[in-house]
């Protein structure tokens, strides 16, 4: 369904640059020989795995990993999904996903300044739908490797 080098329209091209992207915003497994689809599942896994840990920090009090693993969830959602987004030619469904990452990104930003797991909660529950989305086209997206 998809070419080895390109992604979905609302998610623009997928060479080169876009892999030291995702490295750039510390989602490194498997970055290299991912396809354009996995690359977007390992931005969404990092998200919630920094969220997890935003989480377990600010329950304990430990105000330094709070902060990294919020900046790192709201550079995955800015420099990771909201800039592989393709305006253009993903029309209305990558104009609504990129409000979406900037309402997050701002609730992220909230959820660190306010101390406020309810905000991480919020930018979870955001996200969630997308990523159980893009993994269920994942057999389609991935289509057969030769």
Not at 45 to 50: I, K, L, R, S, Y
Not at 85 to 105: E, F, H, I, P, S
Not at 107 to 115: E, G, I, K, V
Request: proline fraction near 5%; charge should be neutral.
């Amino acid at each position: 369904m998809y070419s080895p080098h390109t992604a979905p329209t609302a998610f623009g091209r997928s060479g080169a640059p876009h892999v030291r992207m995702y490295q750039n915003v510390g989602v490194e497994t498997g970055v290299v020989d991912a396809s354009p689809h996995k690359l977007v599942a390992l931005l969404f896994d990092g998200f919630f795995e920094a969220l997890g840990r935003a989480r377990a920090a600010m329950a304990a009090g430990d105000t330094e990993t709070k902060g990294r693993e919020i900046g790192r969830a709201a550079r995955i959602v800015e420099e990771g999904l909201k800039a592989g987004l393709d305006l253009r030619a993903g029309g209305t469904l990558a104009n609504d996903l990129a409000a979406l990452y900037a309402y997050v990104g701002l609730r992220l930003t909230q959820a660190n300044l306010r101390n406020d797991s309810a905000l991480l909660d919020e930018c979870q529950r955001l996200v969630q739908p997308l990523r159980d989305a893009w993994r269920s086209i994942a057999p389609q997206a991935d289509g057969p490797r030769g």
